[in-house]
């Protein structure tokens, strides 16, 4: 039976959570009228990239979102891929995705293994240090988040680890959609799996963001695409169709470690 997706392809309030909030609130409704199993949103869904007051705005040891989110699966029944949060800790501050069942269960907290220079992230944030498996409707699956997806090794570990089904949220600035679109048609075809990609659009002080999220077959592709307006983009997968594929092209067998 096919699976309905879900991806909030929305516009973030800079450095807001409560009206932040407010907007999640607002597409899982939608998603869940629209017959939704899951739905996904966007990196740093409640702050932005409000980074010189992040130590403010985080939120402390993720709870406040967790359990935002968690409320919100289990009252709509569906499965959330809650993008990701600043949360904070004693250490500091990460860049974390969190992902809830549809019975509220907080199934996954994964941070973003790759810092982006280029957006100061460095100075601001810890990286992450453990890989995004979860495993949702008996599926192994992953998260990604958004730097993430230039690193082919760090996708191909977790295809090799099993996922049929890898979440990538983003904060993927427009001028550079060109590079978005081609890295994530690429880790498609040459992982076989599902790439479901959520990207936010409107704009920050310091960029604008440029939508086109995702939802991507393991043959490459491209069953649904956003616009650069706010929107809920969905499609139904078949999650059967990652085995038709690695048959058909054997890639997994074919491979030969021993020479890279
Ligand atoms: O790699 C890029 O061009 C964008 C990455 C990015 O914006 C991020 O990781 O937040």
Redesign the pocket.
Known sequence: MGKKIGIAQMDITFGNPADNKKRVQHWVKKASAAGCHIIVFP?LWTTGYDLTRIDEIADEEARDSSAFLSDLASRHSIHIVGGSIASKTKDGISNDLIVADKNGEIVKQYTKLHL?K??D?HHYLLPGEEDGLFTLMDTKMAGM???DI?FPEWFRKHAIDGAKVIFVV????AE?IS?WRTLLLARAIENQCFVIACNRIGSDPKNEFGGSSMIISPWGEIIAEGTREEELVTAEIDLNEVEEVRKKIPIFQDRRPEFY
């Not at 983003?170 to 600035?173: H, I, K």
């Open positions: 990196e982006f280029l957006m992230e988040i958004c730097y230039r983003a904060q993927w600035p550079r590079h």
